[in-house]
């Protein structure tokens, strides 16, 4: 089951423009990761957000967590048409390893 | 170090066949996950091994089952296989398989179910 639901599912913008990705999960959570797949590939590691901070930033990528509205935002910034993928939010919803995915938001960026 | 890997990277099967899928962990990661993506379910989590035994179970068939080797490789098995099970199998490594850990991916094997 997907605990993660993200916004928008897809997203089409121009090089140099900020794209802003959203993800709503239901239960409490210790952190929340977003990876980017592209084309059907593996899964890369962007950013893990632990519950008790409230924004990350690595490069040109911004990450947010609300935990009171369950809900998470990664800013890519300056984008680029290298950045068209798919970004997934993915929470550990239970105890153990395991992850919970979001369905995914679809990035296009046009050079 | 050398990332996640995952062999094969395609396979064909016929419906009623059994596959085997292999995992290489990043050297020195003792948990790997196994994931299953396809178009309608999305990414859905299969299971779990750390030090050669299963800690966490996903909700899929007993025809899904998976083994970890002394030196942390590990293989899933799909058994009588379905249409259903086409879908991109990935495999994810962590150094101790604790929450507060990144999960590093594999390339994922594509089967495709005929």
């Known amino acids: 089951s997907q605990q993660g639901e993200e916004d928008p599912q897809a997203l089409s913008i121009q090089e140099g423009e900020n794209a802003t990705m959203n993800c709503s999960y239901k239960?409490?959570?210790?952190?929340l990761q977003w990876y980017r797949q592209n084309s059907g590939r593996g899964l890369v590691h962007l950013i893990l957000?632990?519950?008790?901070?409230r924004e990350k930033h690595s490069g040109r990528l911004r990450v947010t967590l609300d935990t009171s509205k369950k809900s998470s935002s990664l800013l890519i910034t300056a984008s680029r048409a290298a950045d068209t993928a798919s970004y997934f939010c993915?929470?550990?919803?239970?105890?153990?390893?395991?992850?919970?995915f979001g369905g995914g938001t679809r990035l296009m960026v046009k050079p | 170090k050398a990332g996640v890997t995952q062999t094969p990277r395609y396979l064909i099967k016929t419906r009623g066949q059994q596959v085997t899928l292999s995992c290489s962990p990043i050297?020195?990661?003792?948990?790997v996950s196994w994931y299953q993506q396809t178009p309608g379910q999305g990414l859905q989590f299969l299971f779990e091994?750390?030090?050669?035994?299963?800690?966490n179970k996903g909700n899929f068939p007993g025809r899904f089952s998976g083994r970890q080797f002394s030196n942390s490789r590990s293989e899933m098995n799909v058994s009588t296989l379905e249409l259903g099970d086409s879908a991109l199998y990935l495999c994810?490594?962590?150094?101790?398989?604790?929450?507060?850990?990144?999960?590093?991916f594999g390339p994922g094997t594509r089967l495709l179910v005929l």
């Open positions: 091994y750390f030090s050669e035994t299963q800690r």
């Open positions: 239960t409490s959570i210790n952190n």
């Open positions: 957000i632990r519950s008790n901070e």
């Open positions: 050297s020195g990661h003792r948990s």
């Open positions: 993915a929470t550990d919803e239970n105890a153990g390893n395991m992850l919970t």
């Open positions: 994810a490594s962590s150094p101790a398989g604790t929450r507060q850990e990144t999960q590093y």
